[in-house]
């Protein structure tokens, strides 16, 4: 299978062409980059130096829609969107890593991004976390890959609320992310020098990641529900924890907690429950499409903490993308998806 | 004023000096390491070359009694105690960098450290956060200088709680430290290729800092609350961000919230407002004994979330004790500790 | 295959298992740590979690010797050498990781480790650098793998020492490496605190090392020659660079030397010569088995510059240690080891 | 004394303000910046809060001449030099921290930087290295503060050059440098996820301060001579490590290299000799205007090897500046330099 990727030299524009390199069923015919057009690959990341030998192009969706029959969009929100109508008019299959297709409403969307201009299709794209929507995913044309945070917060927060453990009011989530999340676009804000042996939170109670996670929540609670979402920005490229915090309904034992959590994500490949009294690491799921997770109830204070980690790049971002494709192709969930993780 | 050091050649120890040798009052005369014993100051820590000229001394009591007037102890806990009791026998003034005199009931030290031995002195013994005991340390002749994540903890829950703003069964600390909490003895575990890059939770709801931080918040709300504590490591040197998030008890806007902080810390020299919308960074207090506090009330979940960032070596630990030294007699508060933060 | 690898807990044990549970000719079958005995692999390095299902065990070489087709020793130079003698004379093949093999000269060796148990071992002992001994690689039933400074400074050198384009008596290699190089043993002097945000040199003109480079760049000039080797210790977890100076014979363009390179490496799957003007970065190298190279002439000086960047746990331990095992076993030489660089 | 500092904002300008705001004989009293006029100090740098009441202007440099006794230009390169040329003329004495008046031949300016519009001022400029210059500092009304690698090399190989200890054709100086040195600019090149966990060399052997270096050195020599220079970014905030190698003319023991560096600099109070055998690390400076050099002679190759570390935007860049200031004034030295190195 032939594949594109529109814009493909940011951070997960370049994780993308890691990952599908190695992909069994599929060939990299494509990839565009405005700024570095022209330039080979390897060129433009060393890294790639006799493994891609192929040149950035700019976008032309009828140049891509000839060139490959599946497209990754990795653009900015907000240029994302027109760019994935077109691509789905010509009746490829897309995986979107943007923004602009995963809240269902156009208002939503409007409020924290800006103007939409397809609404229509927001109802069309399924949300691609795979371990809640595999079958809808399975059947569909274009898919909204989630965000790093929503992927982490999500996953922790699932079992939890689909068997009604906890209060839905009270959902604290403390997240801590590497700054690949950022981007590779110039500023000042994420210089090293700024950022490197620093610590700080951001966009506190009012990150654009807060109504993803609410929107995906409120369908397992089956009511709307609010987040308390709290970002911080970590002197480390790659890794998100998301420490989550909600009141237990009731009194509930860890091991009880724990099993709600092995029923399930007992069979999901790239789900990892840790042992008990044991958390994740980021670094432990570094460079992999894993998602650890550990939990404790602090019968004290009547409190839950789950704590997952994810690589913000990979199941966070590509990896995800990569196991969307799997889904929606037929092929192995897992396949090209095997990379350990890099320790240390 | 004649200063002994027991403990000099662990972080705090080394941070003492580092703040003491420009202290107009004092002069260090007497600093002790088990380990170093014998070799000079600057060849342990070649950063003091040319500044410091003294030995590491093995520790004596008789002779540092003799050879000076106030005794910073940077001992572990459990080899402290025994220490501070006789320096407080010959009489001297006594800041205790250890956990050994910090919790005032002996059966709770011992379920999280072990055996006390001398229980009596507890009560005699004053808790060294200036900001909340500034009268009563004033007159004591033994301070228990507070851990590094009570400090942060404490100084962000503190007004909220006077001022009956939050519901206090319902706090959780989210606190994020650099690594140098965690000491200079030889180990695994803090190896730089155990943590650098990397990201964890670490104690969850489990931590010996925990009593500490209940002991005093209770003591502020008149009965017995529990926190629930998460720690986490972070990969850089210096600093803890301290998370804090609790119920509000009834409708609260962000301005009432930081106008109790304006009240309670306006006139503190060490504490810093940071302005409203904005939330305090580690990097903007390092290497100085600020703490700098910022807070946000949301309204949708009904929570105020107040984050606090110190430098854990300096108002974590040592700049603190140099604060209490200075109330202790009678030295302007300020006096030794004017040093800016060290940004990049 | 069965697999067993003796010293399994340490960073080179860790990257053997990463790289070998891929490989599709083998099955690690025999894992051994003194230290973590009884334990399951994933429950000391959590990262294998789902992936590797295996208890370390202690060492017992008849044991291994039944359940091992082929083994990697990763132990501490001189505890080595006895336990590779043993496995040889069990008939095993072996791929020493350790320093005890390197060396042909059993004085040398004393000099600088300490007494040899079995120099007639020595001259068996093939040097597992495949780009310069391939062919005796192929034969040998011993394997001295070499150090991670030698593998970066060799591949830097040998064009230009076999091609007579350098003056001999004027190298000196400066080299960066990143932290993991120096092991998971306790030490104060690895702590992060130790080594975060600094930079320094260390064992300058005196690294163990040294005598490794001397003895194999010897060989390519036919005369003795003497390295000058610093190497430095950065705050990274992999990577080591090694910028290497010598004085060229003669005029010399720069074209002329990668000229060189390239006729010495263009058919080498591992190593790889970077576009004209441009210098490698540890980072494009990371988590995967490549050397890459640049090279500059400076005429003002009559300098040749050669920067090659490896990852020290890969191409400069354990994925070279597979390499060898390919090479050995008449397997596919790039077998196991297409990891493409982790970025960022 | 009224200090302005011209061009207050980025990395250089920060490190000023908070070397001058502790200065005893200075008042802040002017500090511009075009991007952030109108703004706070420390809305700008939060670090400032509570220290600096002041607000940048955009640059007039008749007000600043009004307003200011003493100016520091932290413009970049060809911004500077006419700012520079009007301040002088104003009568004002003035430090520049660019590469505006480093040079002494406007051509060689040319070739590296580009025009330079007041090549007459290039003559009058005394250039700021107090260890070389200092009686010349003490009369000039323009220093051209030195760039942060010259600083560590040229302090590294003077007392070789002076002695006649060393061939001055076969020196190279393989510099260390943190990322603070870039400056505070927008860029993709200095972004967090391009320099964590990497190491690479850069500009080799074409670096615009090679002709600095080889201008100063010169002089010490009487001859031209040429430098292989040869910088690496690593990441690290502060921080330059200089490794420079040199064959020394005909024998030398390490004793008596360490000797001309006693005599030379043993009256400094910046430049710090370590320990025989020992060597210096840029954490034991960072945050002070030290110098810190080690010294070894390698027999086996007739070379030595010399290492300096300094932190750039001390020692390297703003320490500098304000020594000088100090020297131009008639204020003492160390006045405003005193701070401690902070460790870790």
């Avoid at 996670?213 to 998301?242: A, K």
Wanted: neutral net charge; proline residues 6%.
């Amino acid at each position: 299978m032939k594949i594109g990727v529109i814009g493909a030299s940011g951070y997960t524009g370049q994780e993308l062409l890691r990952i599908l390199t190695h992909h069994p069923k599929v060939e990299i015919a494509y990839a565009t980059s405005e700024r570095f057009a022209g330039s080979a690959v390897d060129e433009v990341f060393p890294s790639f130096k006799g493994i891609i030998d192929l040149q950035f192009r700019k976008l032309s969706v009828p140049h891509i829609a000839r060139d490959a029959d599946f497209i990754f969009t990795a653009l900015p929100h907000g240029q994302s969107m027109d760019v994935v109508a077109e691509c789905i008019k010509k009746g490829k299959k897309v995986v979107d890593l943007s923004a602009d297709f995963r809240l269902k409403d156009a208002a939503l969307y409007e409020r924290w991004y800006g103007k939409h201009s397809c609404p229509d299709l927001l109802s069309e794209a399924v949300y691609g976390l795979p371990e809640i929507y595999r079958d809808e995913i399975k059947k569909a044309q274009l898919v909204a890959n989630p965000g790093c945070y929503p992927t982490g917060a999500i996953l922790a927060l699932t079992p939890l609320l689909e068997g009604g453990i906890i209060d839905p009011v009270s959902i604290i989530v403390d997240a801590k992310s590497g700054v690949s999340g950022a981007g590779r676009s110039p500023s000042m804000t994420n210089l090293f020098g700024e950022v490197a042996e620093g610590l700080k939170a951001y966009n506190v109670a009012n990150h654009r990641h807060t109504p993803e996670m609410e929107q995906e929540l409120s369908v397992r609670t089956g009511e709307g529900i609010h987040i308390l979402f709290v970002p911080h920005l970590i002197p480390i490229n790659r890794g998100i924890l998301s420490t989550c915090y909600a009141r237990t309904n009731g009194a509930l034992s860890t091991a009880k907690a724990s099993k709600a959590f092995q029923q399930r994500y007992g069979k999901e490949p790239f789900v990892r429950l840790v042992p008990s009294s044991t958390f994740p690491s980021t670094m432990e799921v570094r460079g992999s499409n894993y998602c650890d997770i550990g939990v404790m109830v602090d019968d004290s204070s009547g409190q839950i903490v789950v704590i997952s980690a994810i690589d913000n790049l990979a199941k966070g971002a590509s990896g995800q993308a990569v196991q969307n494709m799997n889904i929606m192709c037929g092929f192995p969930e897992t396949m090209g998806l095997e990379q350990i993780p890099l320790v240390p």
